[in-house]
């Protein structure tokens, strides 16, 4: 009867266990806010000046109000895209089923919001908040052609870190100049972290979802 029951114990244990995949993803993208930090020691702007204290509630809030109402443009947008009869897209389509949804179509809401939370904050520490600002300069000295080539460098980078197709590289280059306009207007790293996240928690949701039931 032992016996029996031990098979049952180690199947359970493995289904509370984290996915091996859930861990490497949220580690990955958490390792980009950490390497945003660590290069700012040696060279360029600390992303963290950017971030609301945790006793700034106020701005704390508005950051993370302003970001999700930011992120319906976003999902808005890659909805007329996807929509677009045009083979490049579709192929982004096929391409992100059989690379992502695969992988993540047994993941539960809540580990998948871990997962967009944690691409939200280490993309966003790296691409905005380090790497824009770096090129940037300090706000109060910020110049219009100085800027521009920030964002528009940043972005392309940013893209670059997504090359699951060539749309999929412009497609998220255009996203990335979108986020950083949030941080020119809002000065707010918070509002750019939180678009960021609610963008992806949304559309891993919807798309696992539609894979699961098809």
């Given at each position: ?134 090129l940037a300069g300090p706000i109060e000295h910020w110049q219009t052609p100085t800027l521009v080539m920030a964002i528009v460098l940043s972005s392309i980078a940013f893209g670059l870190a997504h090359p ?5 590289v412009v497609v998220t280059a255009v996203i990335g100049v979108y986020l950083a306009m949030l941080l020119v207007w809002s000065g707010n790293l918070l509002v750019p972290i939180a678009a960021h996240a ?17």
């Amino acid at each position: 009867m032992e016996d029996d029951d031990e098979p049952l114990e180690q199947e359970s244990k493995r289904n509370q266990d984290p996915p091996p995949v859930l861990l490497t993803a949220v580690g990955l993208e958490l390792a980009l806010g950490l390497a945003a930090i660590l290069l700012s020691w040696a060279w360029g702007a600390d992303p963290r000046e950017r971030v609301p204290r945790i006793h700034e509630y106020g701005e704390l809030a508005r950051g993370i109000g302003f970001g999700i109402l930011a992120a319906v443009p976003m999902l808005l947008l890659i909805q007329l895209v996807e929509r677009l009869p045009i083979d490049s897209i579709r192929d982004l389509r096929e391409e992100t089923e059989e690379r992502l949804l695969g992988m993540l179509s047994g993941f539960s809401v809540s580990e998948l919001g871990l997962i967009s939370l944690a691409a939200g904050v280490g993309e966003e520490l790296l691409f905005r908040g380090w790497l824009m600002m770096s090129l940037a300069g300090p706000i109060e000295h910020w110049q219009t052609p100085t800027l521009v080539m920030a964002i528009v460098l940043s972005s392309i980078a940013f893209g670059l870190a997504h090359p699951i197709t060539p749309a999929y590289v412009v497609v998220t280059a255009v996203i990335g100049v979108y986020l950083a306009m949030l941080l020119v207007w809002s000065g707010n790293l918070l509002v750019p972290i939180a678009a960021h996240a609610f963008y992806d928690f949304v559309q891993l949701v919807v798309a696992t979802r539609a894979e699961r039931s098809e």
